[in-house]
């Protein structure tokens, strides 16, 4: 299960994943006192947070702490009422949430976002847009060139699927999947986008054991193919075990950043968290 998923991996890496980029910070993702404010609530309270390549960031707290709404303003669906994110001296604070896949940001959901009467191919191959070439008219025209994208395209989303393990229900319907099928399908087609990032929202919810160690093998091996992985989740165990970097947020602040280890024995974290 190991080496198919490090199939997967490689196939999505590219020379901006390279372990020799993974270790320079200016092509990391930086959160620079991030807030964001709803009316008179703050969702987010001058959070600072850096994403690099090659690197697990875990992102905890209660619910409510500000969690999701951080996913939301790094990949675009919120615009920050202040502060920064930047990626390679580009200000993202305001671009789009097409403008954030083209640069490598990737994300999955709390519940999966699936077109459910398409196949998990189809699926899957729905991550390819933002390395389409095809222009309007050539699609339009039906020429060669645009069956030749397709068919590589298609080819590259065959071959993460199998790698993620989802080889034997590749033509099923999407609607058709089970649970832990589906979360694996949505991480898959983030990998077929070839993302520098990805952001996962509580992938290990509804999964048994056995499917938790089985997202482990798939975190893994995407750090080790220099993809930056951003993971919210409400499984500290897995957090601390999976994570090089963890952040606590609670009520819109960040209130520990450290080690795994460091973040578990944080007298803050515990009291309003952890529990004793």
Known sequence: MSANVMQSASTVRAESQSGALASNASVALDVVDISKHFGGIS????????????????????????KTTMLNML????????????????????????????????????????????SVLDNAVLGAWPHSRASFLATAFGLPSVGREEKALRAQAAEI???????????????LLDHAEQRFLEIARGLVMQPRFILLDEPAGGLTGNEIEHLA????????????VLLVEHHTDFV?????????????????????????????????????
């Open 240 to 276: 601390f075990r999976i994570c090089d970097r963890v952040t606590t947020l609670n009520v819109g602040k960040m209130i520990k950043h450290g080690t795994p280890d460091e973040v578990r024995a944080d007298p803050e974290v515990i009291r309003v968290y952890l529990g004793a």
């Open 75 to 118: 990949s675009g669906y919120y615009q920050p009422s202040a502060g920064s994110i930047r990626h390679r001296g580009e200000e993202l604070a305001n671009a789009t949430v097409q403008r954030r896949a083209r640069i490598g940001i990737a994300r999955t959901f709390q519940k999966p976002r699936l077109l459910p009467t398409l």
């Open 161 to 175: 699927l199998h790698g993620i393990g989802l080889g034997h229900v590749i033509n099923r319907r999407a609607n």
């Open 43 to 66: 969702a987010l309270d001058h959070v600072s947070l850096s994403l690099r390549p090659g690197e697990v960031h875990g992102l905890i707290g209660p619910n409510g702490s500000g």
């Open 217 to 228: 093998d798939v975190i893994r091996t995407l750090r080790e193919a220099g993809i930056g």
